[in-house]
């Protein structure tokens, strides 16, 4: 099993930066990807970036290009989303999930992750 858990959020002003943290613990190397989703009050959950276990091959969802970049330690077994410009619609309960086995799971659709971290609170303020 694998185990995750997040750290880093808190609240920032627009324009601001804030680095978020995925620590994995358990059977790692089973992991295909973590990836990170966002869920903000009255709306759906949305991919925000992700990156391949093995490969390091990053995704990111439109609203993060050229703000976020993810990245991952496979020694430390940690994945980290670095956010910049951070603006009020970023403003959400941030989760790490990973999706195991060998075979390519496509990277932003949420239901094919079955590990979730309990999720950390980043809030943007005007």
């Known amino acids: 099993q694998v185990q995750l858990v997040e750290s880093g959020g808190g609240q920032v002003q627009a324009g601001g930066s804030l680095r978020l943290s995925c620590a994995a613990s358990g059977r790692t190397s089973s992991v295909y990807a973590i990836t990170w989703f966002r869920q903000a009050p009255g709306k759906e959950r949305e991919f925000v970036a992700g990156i391949t276990w093995r490969d390091g091959l990053a995704y990111y969802a439109d609203s993060a290009k050229g703000r976020f970049t993810v990245s991952r330690d496979i020694v430390k077994n940690t994945e980290t989303l670095q956010m910049r410009s951070l603006n009020p619609d970023d403003t959400a309960l941030y989760y790490c999930?990973?999706?195991?086995?060998?075979?390519?799971?496509?990277?932003?659709?949420?239901?094919?992750?079955?590990?979730w971290g309990q999720g950390t609170q980043v809030t943007v303020s005007s």
């Open positions: 999930a990973a999706v195991r086995g060998d075979s390519y799971h496509p990277i932003s659709v949420a239901d094919e992750y079955d590990i």
